[in-house]
């Protein structure tokens, strides 16, 4: 499996900075960005687990599948929801989704991805946007 397929796309990770996610993370999205207005051959996003200290780097967290399952919680007390997870068989997708454990009404958060990390990004996206639950600390 590939490291990009384990830890949340560059466009979700900066969703989750902006809303103010804490960045800790085992690996980071970076690109170079000098501060003193040079540029760079190779000006691409990379992940990295090298923590950057000189400053010369962007930086965003790549949380991973388990770091984002950290953060989404198990149940959605105020909706009556827990939190349940699924490879799909038919295509190769993830769903993450919240229902009623007792399937007593239609009503539920659903985020699908063709990876994990995506689909658990997506949901904590949604959680936090909708004001379904607080950042995680």
């Known amino acids: 499996m590939k490291l990009e ?24 999205w970076r690109r170079w960005s000098p501060k003193d207005g040079s540029t760079y051959i190779d000006n691409e996003w990379r992940i990295s687990i090298f923590k950057d200290s000189t400053g ?56 699908i991805h063709h990876t994990e990390a995506n689909a658990r990004a997506s949901m904590l996206i949604h959680l936090i946007e909708n004001k379904l639950m607080e950042l995680p600390k």
């Open 5 to 28: 397929d384990q830890v949340c796309s560059l466009e979700l990770a900066k969703r989750l900075k902006e809303l103010g996610v804490k960045q800790e993370s085992l690996f980071q």
């Open 56 to 111: 010369k780097y962007e930086v965003v967290s790549a949380f991973t599948v388990a770091e984002l399952g950290e953060m989404l919680p198990a149940e959605l007390p105020d909706e009556d929801m827990v939190l349940l997870m699924k490879k799909c068989r038919e295509t190769p997708t993830h769903r993450v989704f919240y229902h009623h454990p007792n399937f007593v009404t239609e009503k539920e958060y659903v985020t």
